[in-house]
């Protein structure tokens, strides 16, 4: 369980509404003018918590003698675990098997309110769905599963229904597993005082303020040529967003929520991601059907599948790749290449958290349907709420907007101010130094530099495509990445999250084997290859590049090598101060403007960085 911290709400009155899913005309959900927030404090109505759980700040507005009666109850019901923080019952609990977990919530209603917190049976319930799949795959021979449980309601409802189908009618055993009932009593008292419990229910829940969705400072370009992306946005190693580069892919018909539910795509089964669990497939109707109706989640699943065109070839014909991003060097692995595409799809809320994309790789994102938020930081700033490890100081995306959106208005009003910056100016004469925000629309493609920390979050059902890749114009940086930072390399994405996963006790065969083969330290065995493959890669098909990269040169379109303007004279020269202080950042040349890639693991959770959400 990741650890709750305190999100200051204020508590919504017992007759709140529940905030619908969707947006409206396609726009992103967002609070009315009369709701905009202040600091992180959020106005507006959200449905009451099914418990009665109220933030932990409502204590002081309860009378000396409710105060008392609201600690007696907590001690009385929590017993030996009362001394603990909510942070630290949960996590206790999420440590324990779910036949403990359903005893326990039958010794106090206190005690139930906590283990029926639905962030501790989604784990229980994905692996659920996991050994569910394996045996369907090894009774039938394939990966069709007509007994799938629709991911619809509570996690404990999906734990419950796939127990269930361990223990069909007639046979022993049948009716042991039931729900556990609601503590009803607490809803008769004054419901529990707790931010843990209560947080997620509101993140999950409260609009979006219109304050997250004012600004576009990512500088936006219609049917921009290759040769014009690559000199005024490629070179310089910023981002753009581009319009009109989709025009005529299918993929704006056929991919879509209704298609993927047809009887021809519904059993396909695809990857999703959870951060405790690891990746699981689900079939592409179940999933659906659940981004759909998920309107109580704060971290939902979210589908990204690196094999799609594998596992469903007609995808590949959907979409093209447009000419500006066909320079893709890393082509040359062959069978080596680390995943580098994805097709993503995710319900409101869904999302990634700051991250550095691997290898040092730039990436595209196209959204088909749906909208996405996005802020960037260059290489050399990290992003509110980032530690120097990488690890990203809230629960959630969502959680982080709340905690820190607000120092982003901050830094955005002092790099207008400081540039005497007008509406409807053109946005990219905005110091670089500053947050990089946008908003992307179906049929809209942003490029993320090499480098560059980013961000993403669904306001609403959003699919999307993305590609990571490598042109010559960040090729060098590549290079040296790969030679110099191996034991950050990833080889395959599948092998970063199973070597994670693999002391766990719910890691899938395939992902079993992959670990087997792992090193020590986490590092795959052909890790430590992936330069000299690259390099002899790109020598034989490619030698005027490799000579480049070698050199130190730049590589122009008449294919002649040129200075890349580096005092150093070379790529080792170029990132040896690099190499000395990270923390600096690189300049930003055309062979030097990336920063170290931060790829972490937490004790508990993978952290999805490799992917361009």
Known sequence: MAKRRRVDVQQAPQEGVTIPNKAAAGRPICASSDEEQTGVMVHGEVAPHPFGARPGGNMILLSAEEQREETIARTNGLGILAK???????????????????????????????????????????????????????????????H???????????????????????????????????PLHILQRKGLCSDTLYQPWFLSRAQYPCAWFQHES?????????????????????????????????????????????????????????????????????????????????????????????????????????????????AVLGDKRPDFRWLLMGPRGSGAPFHQDPNCTAAWNAVISGRKKWILF??????????????????????????????????????????????????????????????????????????????????????????????????????HFLRTRREQTCPTTRHVLSTALRTGPDVSEHSKEEANGSTQTGTAPDAADLYTLFMKGLKDAHPKMHDAVVHGKSFEEDGQLHDSGDAHGSIDASHAKHDADPAAGLPFTRNSSTAIMQQTTHKDKVTPFSFNF
């Open 84 to 146: 603990y923080t909510d942070d630290v019952v949960l996590e206790i609990l999420s440590l324990l098997p779910p036949s403990v977990l359903g005893r326990l919530a039958m010794t106090s209603v206190v005690l139930r309110a906590y283990v029926l917190h639905d962030e501790l049976w989604r784990p229980h319930a994905l692996r659920c769905i996991r050994e569910h799949a394996l045996s369907s795959c090894r009774k039938k021979g394939d990966s069709t599963d007509t």
């Open 148 to 182: 799938e449980i629709p991911l619809s309601g509570s996690w404990h409802n999906v734990f419950v229904a796939y127990q269930r189908l361990k223990k069909p009618v007639g046979t022993q055993g049948q009716g042991q597993v039931q729900p556990l009932p609601p």
């Open 218 to 330: 990512v500088p936006k370009r219609d049917n921009l040529s290759a040769m014009e992306f690559r000199k005024h946005f490629e070179e310089i190693n910023i981002p753009v967003v581009i319009r009109g580069w989709t025009k005529g892919w299918k993929a704006h018909e056929r991919w879509t929520c209704n298609e993927f539910k047809s009887a021809r795509l519904r059993h396909e089964k695809l990857e999703v991601f959870d951060e405790y669990t690891g990746p699981i497939d689900i079939s592409l109707g179940n999933y659906v059907h659940y981004a759909e109706t998920c309107t109580a989640a704060e971290r939902p699943l979210y589908m990204f599948e690196p094999w799609y065109i594998e596992k469903v070839p007609e995808f590949a014909t959907d979409y093209t790749v447009p000419p500006a991003f066909q320079d893709d060097l890393f």
């Open 378 to 479: 260059p290489p050399n700033i990290r992003p509110p709420g980032v530690h120097p490890t990488g690890d990203v100081d809230a629960s959630s995306v969502v959680d982080w907007f709340h905690r820190y959106y607000y120092q982003i208005e901050q830094q955005h009003k002092a790099a207008v101010a400081s540039a005497g910056y007008v509406d409807g100016d053109d946005c990219a004469q905005l110091p670089r130094n500053r947050p990089w925000e946008c908003t992307v629309a179906p049929g809209e493609i942003i490029f993320i530099p090499h480098g560059w920390w980013h961000m993403a979050l669904n306001t609403e059902l959003t699919i999307a495509v993305t590609h990571n890749f490598v042109s010559r114009v960040n090729m060098g940086d590549v290079a």
